[in-house]
């Protein structure tokens, strides 16, 4: 245990609070954060890094080399918020209505930023860094699109790592989980189109919305019917939008689909299904329709060496007991899993506690947890980048 550096970290903890309060009141939606970006290059800016800003849109790659290593390290953090009006009394809340940082992503760059102010003051370590702010992850944008605009090109690095807050679990402990980890996610949105009419007379028209209701049931079949139960699989509809008067047809109906899958050989069976059915159940009803495909989705893969280093790091600086190598697979998605796909790392997970779920109203990050995710941080870095 390195108690040494848990102490270290620990007195810039009232400072990440307002850095974090600041992020948390000012929340923006994926490859809109303008504010934030600016936000954070200002910090790392003032610390003497070399910030490169608009990577991929509105993220930040900041780099430092200290000493004659020719190793580097990659460590990244998401800024996005989501379009989910939060609900408590927090003082620092959010100030944007409607868009709340539910999901803990300014706590994940608040704990980056730590690290970034601690390593910038104590340069205790041989080759270069590179902190990677990203944005878009809830849309699963942001990834793909700093690498589209040559991430690792002009930012080499040896290996990446990143991190999520997780509520449910034991509150600052470390969980890490070698191979598929995530899920890969397609967002997918189907729009049917028939004939509006007055609803006195459904003759005249050709009802979407009859169709709509019966495309999501028929939807549920391909995991009840068509998949393995031994397989990870979901195919969720969740938004079904249609009409606004009780007394008329619509002309269109659409469905926001989430699907995520463990196996790319599945994912692709489970897609070739829901083009089949939509297919299918619009021609039986007379409607036209579309399907709009949102970025292909990927699964999170732990490179099986880098995660068990980082979980001894992990292990060396808090303790045996504060770390599991154990952590069971999420079929959430998270667009590191891109990332994962160009450079070898690990993707862990430090418990919240027993909070709300990432996404509900009344979600809120532990700020107490900030020095500490700090500290792994830096703990990667130091035994990476050892003098």
Known sequence: MNQELINSLSVL?????EWMSALHQHPELSMEEHWTSQYIASKLEEWGYDVAKGVGGTGIVASMTVGNGTKSIGLRADFDAVPIAEDNNLPYKSQNEGIAHLCGHDSHS???????????????????????????????????????????????VDAVYGMHNMPGLELGKFY?????????????????????????????????????????MALQTI???????????????????????????????????????????????VLDRIRFITKAQAESYNCEYKIHEGVAGTVLINTPEN???????????????????????????????FMLQKKPGNYCVMGNGDTQMVHHPHYVFNQQMLSRGATYWVALVQEYLKK
């Open 223 to 269: 995991v009840s019917r068509n998949i393995s139960p031994w397989s990870n699989t979901v195919v969720n509809v969740g938004a079904f939008n249609a009409g606004v008067a009780g007394n008329s047809v619509p002309q269109t109906a659409t469905l926001q689909l989430s699907i995520r899958n463990m196996d790319s050989k599945v994912r692709q069976f």
């Open 307 to 337: 995660t068990r280093w980082a979980a001894q790091v992990a292990r060396d600086t808090f303790g045996n007991d504060q770390v599991s190598e154990d952590m069971h697979p999420y079929m959430s998605s998270e667009d590191f899993a």
């Open 13 to 17: 903890q009232s400072e990440m609070k």
């Open 176 to 216: 890490f989980h070698e191979n598929e980890t995530m899920s890969a996610v397609d967002n997918w949105e189907i729009e049917l189109i028939g004939k509006a009419s007055h609803g006195s007379m459904p003759e005249l028209s050709i009802d979407p919305l009859v169709c709509g209701a019966s495309l999501v």
């Open 110 to 156: 608040t704990m980056l930023l730590g690290a970034a102010k601690y390593l910038s003051e104590h340069n205790d370590f041989n080759g270069t860094v590179r902190f990677i702010f990203q944005p878009g992850e809830e849309t699963m944008q942001g990834g793909t699109s700093m690498i589209a605009d040559g991430l690792f090109e002009r930012f080499p």
